[in-house]
């Protein structure tokens, strides 16, 4: 079945450390996107991807870090620069960014990421 | 002013009960809306969509779109304990290809 996989579901940061996240789609999308969820905050845009080695800042990029070398997989790099960073995050994925009106956008189940 | 509110909940009601769950814009540039579903520790899933003003029906759910007020909403008829969830609306206006979200509304059927 196609989809969009996120790994780890739990992940546990020790201050000053960077840590990845994993996001891989198998539904031939174009455009990926990582949110940030917080309570009370809705979904807030970190970075957005519409092409393969090609990506763009969201509302809330400062502290993270992206990369798209493969059509599949858009990783989520939070670094130690990023201050706050127990959320739960969620990557999605649209056929293309224009598309995304009709199909709206298809999510993984979340990363929650919290520091120890 | 955020671009979409939404109230937050929590909204609780019976069994069978008929929700409503709205949300209101300020972009006027908005053309396409949606309904998107979240339960607990996971992602949201697409309910529905509906291009304009109208109303759209799929099953208990009703995608009611009304431009010149700026104002959505999503109504559920004979409510389920497993409709329990977040309700997210989301909107498309076209110009940077990205959806806008609300905060999401967090609805708990109850028997």
């Known amino acids: 079945d196609g989809g969009i996989t996120q790994s780890p579901k739990y992940l546990f940061r020790k201050e000053g450390q960077n840590v990845t996240l994993s996001c891989e789609q198998n539904?031939?999308?174009?455009?990926m996107y990582w949110y940030r969820q917080d309570p009370g905050q809705g979904l807030r845009l970190i970075y957005y991807s519409q092409i393969v080695n090609d990506f763009q800042k969201g509302d809330i990029a400062e502290g993270y870090s992206v990369s798209r070398e493969k059509k599949e997989s858009f990783p989520l790099t939070v670094t130690s620069a990023q201050k706050n960073p127990t959320a739960f995050y969620l990557c999605?994925?649209?056929?293309?960014?224009?598309?995304?009106?009709?199909?709206?956008?298809?999510f993984g189940s979340g990363t929650r990421l919290t520091v120890v | 002013q955020k671009e979409v509110e939404q109230d937050p909940g929590p909204l609780s009601v019976p069994e069978g009960a008929i929700v409503s769950l709205n949300c209101t814009y300020s972009?006027?540039?908005?053309?396409?809306f949606m309904w998107y579903r979240q339960y607990s520790r996971k992602g949201p899933e697409l309910l529905m969509y509906t291009y304009s003003s109208g109303n759209k029906e799929d099953g208990r759910f009703t995608a009611q779109v009304d431009k010149s007020s700026k104002y959505i909403s999503l109504f559920i008829r004979d409510s389920q304990p497993s409709d329990s969830a977040t309700y997210l609306c989301?909107?498309?206006?076209?110009?940077?290809?990205?959806?806008?979200f609300g905060t999401g509304t967090q609805l708990k059927v109850e028997l």
């Open positions: 972009n006027s540039a908005f053309q396409y």
């Open positions: 539904l031939n999308h174009d455009a």
């Open positions: 989301a909107m498309w206006a076209g110009g940077g290809n990205k959806l806008t």
């Open positions: 999605a994925s649209t056929i293309t960014s224009a598309g995304s009106r009709t199909h709206g956008y298809t």
